[in-house]
C-alpha cells in the first residue's frame, strides 16, 4: 500500500477524532457561564488528595476532604504524544467528604456521597486572558468564571509545574511531562 492509498484509508478517523474533538471543548449557555460537565466521572483519572492543604495554617474541619481530578479524555489523547495540554483541555477536582466510619472499615479514610463542589479549570484562550479560566460549581448549576485576581490564579499561575496545571501531583502525567521537556522543576 502506498503511503497516500494509506492516507485516503485513514482519512475517514481523522474527521472522526476531529469530531470527539469538537464534543470534549467546554460548552458555555448564552450568559458565558460554563456548563458543569456531566460525564466527567468517565473521562480520564489523574489523581486523588486527601486532606491536601496549600497554606501554612491547618485548615479546621471537623471532618476529611478527599479530592478527585479528572481530565477530558481527547486532551489527554493529546498530553500523552506532547506532554501539553490542547485548547479546550478541561479539568474537574472534585472534592467529598471522607469518613472512617462505616460498614467494615476499622482505620483510614474511605468518599463518601456527599460531594462538597466541583472546581472546573479549562484552557480557552479566546476566552480568557491567561488563556485558563476556574469555575466553581454549585451542585450542577453554570458558573461565571472566576475574576484573574482571584487566588485560584496566583497559586496555579506560581506553583503548577505545566501550563498552571499541578502536574507534580498526577502520577501517571508527571512522567510524560517530564520526558517531553514541558514539566518545571522549580515548582
Ligand atoms: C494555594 C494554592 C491553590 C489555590 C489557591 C487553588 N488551587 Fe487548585 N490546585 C492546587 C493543587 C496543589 C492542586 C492539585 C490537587 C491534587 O493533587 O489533588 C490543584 C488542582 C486543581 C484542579 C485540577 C486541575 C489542575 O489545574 O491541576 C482544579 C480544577 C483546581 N485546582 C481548581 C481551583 C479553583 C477553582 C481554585 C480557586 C477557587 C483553586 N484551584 C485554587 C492548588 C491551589
Not at 90 to 112: A, D, L, M, P, Y
Amino acid at each position: 500500500m502506498t503511503i497516500s492509498t494509506a492516507a485516503m484509508l485513514l482519512s475517514p478517523l481523522f474527521l472522526l477524532l476531529d469530531a470527539t474533538n469538537a464534543l470534549a471543548a467546554p460548552k458555555y449557555n448564552a450568559a458565558g457561564e460554563l456548563i458543569a460537565p456531566k460525564d466527567y466521572r468517565e473521562w480520564v483519572f489523574l489523581s486523588s488528595g486527601v486532606n491536601m492543604n496549600y497554606s501554612e495554617t491547618p485548615i479546621g474541619m471537623d471532618h476529611a476532604m478527599v479530592d478527585n481530578v479528572f481530565v477530558d479524555p481527547v486532551s489527554w489523547q493529546a498530553f500523552k504524544k506532547t506532554g501539553r495540554w490542547p485548547e479546550g483541555t478541561t479539568f474537574v477536582k472534585e472534592s467529598r467528604v471522607g469518613s472512617s466510619k462505616g460498614s467494615i472499615n476499622k482505620s483510614g479514610i474511605f468518599q463518601t456521597e456527599e460531594r462538597f463542589d466541583l472546581e472546573v479549570h479549562v484552557r480557552d484562550s479566546k476566552r480568557f486572558k491567561t488563556g485558563w479560566g476556574f469555575f466553581i460549581h454549585e451542585a450542577d448549576k453554570p458558573a461565571k468564571v472566576l475574576p484573574a485576581n482571584t487566588s485560584c490564579y496566583s497559586c496555579h499561575i506560581t506553583h503548577g509545574a505545566v501550563q498552571t496545571t499541578f502536574v507534580q501531583f498526577y502520577p501517571t502525567a508527571r512522567p510524560i511531562a517530564i520526558k517531553a521537556g514541558t514539566f518545571d522543576r522549580r515548582k
